[in-house]
């Protein structure tokens, strides 16, 4: 099939829409000089025109100009992301639409903190906010109850950090509505029971839905146009006692039969999981990593770790699923981690339930419909060769059930860096954190959706926000819908080189079977395929590590070497044993002809393997007959033979 359509996607490998970038850029540029000098027009220039002949003025633009040079000559060392030959992290070519309009909008230089310092980018944020959260199958109209809320951050850590804060909110909320009402006699009840005849337990695991009944309740009787004094001190009383207001050690300290919240993540989990459970005051020793099969969360370990919590009383906070881990591309079941929620709901014990989907979230796009409809299995399937596999097709399709989902437009966005985005499936859960609480500043609670969250900066983690990545996020949102006919049609392209890629390996292990075993350890769900090789004859890890470091010192950056130099550019990552279950750890070792590997001071504690990001969408140049991947897996073969012949000539000279 043709990959025409492709072309004005990207400005190219060779810059081949560099025309179309530089007369839009420039025409965009000369629209805002015209914007500028039409704002009060009769106003004096304060730069005069004689300005420019002064020695200082001239002084001024030499030296900016030679900076410039001397940072564009610098750039040149960087990372070819936009190549073929580049397959190492998560970074690509970037959209001409979202680049070009990132351009256009950085000299306006919105801050989307609040629609006083941004109009007209803020309105661009929660838009793009709403077309994620269709992708992911939330309900997106504003108009109505629940709508979701999404918007932009820094990166997927802020969004992760951002879901476990929210979560904190939510989840100790009715804790603290409990002890304000028994402080000021104040009549709360809850589905027909008054509240202080709850437990801390049965509080703690109110299903979100309860939450927010019992939140919109206290909002109705505080928000009244002439609130009893009973309701504006219990409001007074319900801010003295939240937890964001006495903190995670007075809170408990008062309730001392609440134990700690305990947060449940898959082994491939990114590490910004434990920096978060450190900066909420949580703590690390309250993260725990569930057991894995074939890097996904394994469902039965989860079911243990669940039935162990409820035994024990111990609240979990979230579970978290890891929709496409960064070394592996691997996706947990999101479909079985909603499933336990529904079990355990039945028996008293609740849990939110957060996806990171920073890597693999636009590959939803695959999977809708150009109404916004999930499309059967059988339409998803369509010019693929395996994907989805049914597992990964009902993890696709459970989304619309989490509470929130993290997703990076910067990864298969392919918009410029820092561009994360936080989506959450009820925007009601963002009264829980702002800045001033709605039952006490109740203006927010009662006017529309677009009219309370433009002032965004009072319910998200950050503040000052750049508006001109909503811009670009925006732009290719609209020149590529979140569907299958169109933006999953980029993604498509990725999926189907990762199939091939996988075939090209097995043919790759068979060509090298006479020097090496070679073996991808865990079959991909997704477009991140890693590789791991070992020598003949060898049955040391470390030795193993030794001859992979070997071969990708040929496959990194050197800052010391001209790129060109470079056939190839791939990355590598450490496979912790540990977190290996005993049957992937005796698959792999036997594949790579290992011993098995004792528990000893002195054996390593990982395996290097070597990590190829197939994100590109040139990787297979029809239209020229060039296929990366051919030409990729070629070089592998011959870098892996010549170190094998290198190593043999070492032991033969020791």
Known sequence: MSRDFLSPYFLGPYAENDEVLEKTVVEFLRDHVYWRRNFHPTDPPPIS???AQSPEHQEFVARMRREL???????????????????????SDLLLPGLIAHITALPYNPNNVVDDAAPVTLDLELDVG?????????????????????????????????????????????????????????????????????????????????????HQQIISAAGSDAPAPQDTDFALALTQERIEQLGLVEFHARR?????????????????????????GLGSAQLREIGQRGMRMDADALKLALAEAAAEQRPVLAVVGVLGSTEYGTLDPVHRIVAARRHWQTRGLNFGIHVDAAWGGYLASLFRAEDGSLLSRPKVRRGFQHFPSGEVYQCFKALAEVDSITVDPHKLGYVPYGAGAFVCRDSRYFDFVAQDACYVFNDAASVDFR???????????????????????????????????????????????AEYFSQRVQQLSVALSDVVSLTVPFTPDTNLICLAFNRKGNNELAEMNRFTQAVYEHLKIAREQPLQNK???GSSTLLE?????????????????????????????SMLILRHTLMNPWLIDENNGVNYIDLYCDYLEQLIRKQARNWSKIELIN
């Open 49 to 51: 025109t004689a300005a």
């Open 69 to 91: 040079h001397l940072l564009s000559a610098a750039l040149k060392r960087s990372v070819p992301f936009s190549s073929p030959r580049y397959i190492g992290h998560m970074a």
């Open 130 to 214: 709403l077309q994620l959260a269709r992708m992911f199958g939330f309900a997106a109209d504003e108009s109505r109850h629940p709508c979701a809320l999404g918007h932009l951050t820094s990166g997927g850590t802020v969004a992760n950090y951002e879901a476990l804060w929210l979560l904190r909110s939510v989840r100790y909320f009715p804790l603290a509505a409990r002890a304000a009402a028994v402080r000021c006699a104040y009549p709360l009840s809850l589905n027909g029971q008054a509240l202080e005849a709850y437990s801390d337990w049965e509080l703690f695991n109110l299903p979100l839905d309860a939450v927010l009944k019992l």
């Open 256 to 280: 001392p039969t609440l134990q700690s919240p305990l947060l449940l993540v898959p082994a491939t989990a990114h590490y910004s999981w434990e920096k978060a459970m450190k900066l909420l």
């Open 451 to 497: 009219s309370k969250f433009r002032a965004l900066g009072r319910y998200v983690l950050e503040g000052s926000k750049s508006g001109a990545m909503a811009a670009a996020v925006y732009v290719n949102h609209r020149c590529l819908p979140l569907n299958r006919a169109h933006f999953g049609r980029l993604q498509a392209e990725t999926i189907k080189a």
């Open 567 to 569: 056939e190839f550019f």
């Open 577 to 605: 044993l540990d977190n290996l279950g005993s049957d992937d750890a005796e698959r792999i070792l036997a594949a790579l002809g290992l011993n098995p590997i004792a528990s000893t001071s002195t054996r390593p504690d």
